[in-house]
């Protein structure tokens, strides 16, 4: 897995004022929290910050966070974007430990899609519900993304949270609610028009 680390300020002044001086300086105002240890308000870099965002594995891995240069493991939790030019306005890290269970959501990676059965041999359409998940598991069992291997899935199959094969360690956070939360993720349906035929 790939290695992050971030340096980051710890900041005094709070508010919607002190943010925007900080966006004014090109820091992006951020905060620590969890475990044992009070909420710590910090800002980024905004350059470094961004450098780090266009990395998928950011959203989904420990991040060594160093702040006034004492490291501590930490995941994105929440991020604010600019609602029309997107770029990070706010941040949230929660500290982890390797003894306690995180909640973390993670990208979803469907394979041959493709070559499915319900595609290649019966011309459907796959339909992507949702791209990420969130999962619960120990900071070492963390994985960057969840593969959903579509190749034996036929045209009318819905693929549900429950057909995920995960990996060891980690449970769907949904799923550990009961059966009435196995969503949708993906499906392979007929073409819009009628059905159709399976090749020859």
Do not use: C
């Amino acid at each position: 897995m790939t290695d992050f680390n971030l340096n980051a300020v710890a900041r005094d002044q709070q508010g919607k004022g002190a943010s925007r001086r900080l966006r004014h300086a090109n820091l992006v105002p951020a905060v620590i929290y969890g475990g044992e240890q009070a909420p710590q308000s910090i800002s980024i870099a905004f350059k470094d910050l961004v450098k780090v965002l266009e990395s998928e594995a950011f959203y989904s891995h420990i991040v060594n966070l160093s702040v006034d240069g004492q490291v501590q493991p930490v995941v994105l939790k929440a991020l604010q974007r600019h609602p029309a030019k997107n770029f990070p306005m706010h941040a949230d890290f929660l500290r982890v430990d390797a003894t306690h269970t995180i909640n973390v959501r993670v990208p979803l990676h469907f394979i041959n899609q493709e070559t499915s059965v319900g595609v290649k041999q019966q011309g459907g359409i796959v339909s992507i519900i949702a791209n990420d998940v969130e999962i619960i598991t120990l900071p070492g069992n963390l994985p960057e993304f969840i593969e959903v291997d579509l190749a034996q899935v036929e045209v009318g199959t819905v693929v549900h949270l429950s057909d995920i094969k995960l990996p060891e360690g980690v449970k769907i956070a949904a799923l550990e609610q009961g059966t009435s939360h196995d969503n949708a993720i993906a499906n392979i349906h007929a073409p819009a028009g009628g059905s159709q035929d399976s090749a020859e």
